[in-house]
């Protein structure tokens, strides 16, 4: 396993939503992150991934860099004293354990909402990003393809990924049991990203009035002529927010909607706010004002006992696969360690064969030298298949190194080049 790579990783198990807020990640902070970052100090295979449940800086280097990280981040983000969040965050220092930790995030297995689906999505917008800026070696590369690969896996071999078990989902069922409460409930999904996206097709057939708005007008069009559900313009709706009883945002606006927005709703009834984004699109303080209610995204409970039941009966499963994926992975890892040896030592027999070859080819004919040729490549080769055979056994052994140092000298490996 190539030394070295770690992760950094904020996430709901340990950092509430006003603490995810603060040290959210932007699409366009990654992209400078990815591009800023590696001149600042030595790193590499660097990838940036942040959802509304986690903040996670996965990278390639000799020694943490934790501080360095929460600085810049503070830097961008204007905080006073980043390093006192440190204490959200936990560390993996052991660059086995962070590629398993990678596996179990891409997975789902560490999701909010158990094998969530928007997460693998993310995983790969967020390995895009860091290849367009080239900070995928061939490190992250494989580790990445193998992880699609595992998940592939689990679509086609378990029920982990079966029934609709994600957060857009469980609002849905939390909005169809609030508006119980309601005579011809009326509900507002704000903001068709990825998980407004998402919720709108799961409130398709809802037995109640649903009304979409979004800043982009081609993208709402979009998304309601596919889901038939109604559309209203983006501006001025703050001041139309009284006409619903329930109103969703996954706005990336914070405190775009305030007790001022909303104080008219005051002596109105009952009136529910889900606030689905980080960071919160809806003030907290709104809850001050008579009848409002508000969830935010860490109480969003599981409402899909029977999807989220099979998901968690196939865990043992997907654990399995990435076990197996994992096994897979660190022997080309181990692999990886030994090729610029196997790669020496055919250079040093390529040297040698070339050498005897001119010494004692002069003047021979075309036909006996093209069989010389051959025939010396056939040894050569042979002679490279123990060598590599041994070596890739005591890469499965851990035993690697030493004979990495036995070859060193044998065939006098790190001698300097001749000088020509």
Same mark, same amino acid.
């Given at each position: 396993m190539k030394e070295g790579f770690k992760v950094l990783s904020l996430s709901y198990k340990k950092a509430p939503v006003e603490i995810r807020e603060v040290l959210s990640v932007s699409d366009s902070l990654a992209a400078e992150f990815l591009l800023e970052f590696p001149h600042t100090t030595e790193v590499n295979d660097l990838m940036v991934l942040s959802t509304c449940n986690r903040t996670e800086i996965y990278y390639s280097a000799e020694k943490s860099l934790s501080t360095e990280i929460l600085v810049y981040l503070g830097l961008k983000k204007g905080l006073q004293n980043p390093t006192q969040y440190l204490q959200y965050f936990d560390e993996i220092l052991s660059a086995e354990k962070a590629s398993e930790y990678l596996f179990r995030v891409s997975m789902g297995l560490e999701a909010q909402v158990v094998g969530d689906l928007q997460i693998i999505n993310q995983i790969k917008r967020a390995y895009q990003a860091s290849a367009d800026a080239n900070m995928a070696g061939p490190f992250l590369?494989?580790?990445?393809? %193998?992880? /699609?690969?595992?998940?592939?896996?689990? !679509?086609?071999? %378990?029920? /982990?990924?079966?029934?609709?078990?994600? !957060?857009?989902?469980?609002?849905?069922?939390?909005?169809?049991t609030l508006a119980q409460a309601f005579v011809d409930t009326k509900v507002l999904v704000m903001g068709i990203g990825e998980i407004g996206e998402d919720l709108a097709k799961h409130l398709t057939d809802a037995p109640f009035s649903v009304t979409l708005t979004n800043r982009s007008e081609a993208k709402l069009m979009e998304v309601a002529k596919s889901c038939g559900l109604s559309t209203l313009s983006f501006v001025g709706i703050k001041e139309k927010l009284s006409e619903f009883d329930i109103v969703i945002s996954s706005l990336p606006v914070k405190d775009f909607i305030d007790v001022t927005d909303i104080a008219s709703a005051e002596g109105s009834g009952l009136k529910y706010f889900i606030d689905l984004s980080i960071p919160r699109s809806i003030s907290p303080a709104i809850e001050s004002v008579a009848g409002v209610n508000l969830y935010n995204i860490d109480e969003i409970q599981d409402k899909t006992s029977q999807a989220v039941q099979k998901r968690v009966d196939a865990i043992p499963q997907v654990e399995a696969i990435v076990s197996e994926s994992m096994a897979e992975f660190t022997d080309w890892s181990r692999e990886m360690e030994v090729s610029p040896t196997i790669q020496k030592i055919k250079n040093a027999l390529e040297e040698i064969r070339q050498e005897e070859l001119k010494k004692h080819l002069k003047n021979v004919s075309p036909e006996v030298e093209v069989f010389a040729n051959k025939f010396s490549k056939s040894i050569t080769n042979k002679i490279m298949k123990l060598p590599v055979l041994q070596l890739k056994a005591a890469c499965q052994r851990g035993e690697a190194?030493?004979?990495?140092?036995?070859?060193?000298?044998?065939?006098n490996l790190e001698k300097d080049p001749v000088k020509q």
């Open positions: 590369h494989r580790l990445l393809h %193998t992880i /699609f690969f595992a998940n592939k896996r689990v !679509v086609q071999e %378990t029920a /982990f990924r079966d029934g609709a078990a994600s !957060v857009s989902y469980a609002t849905a069922e939390l909005v169809k190194e030493t004979l990495i140092d036995v070859l060193n000298d044998l065939f």
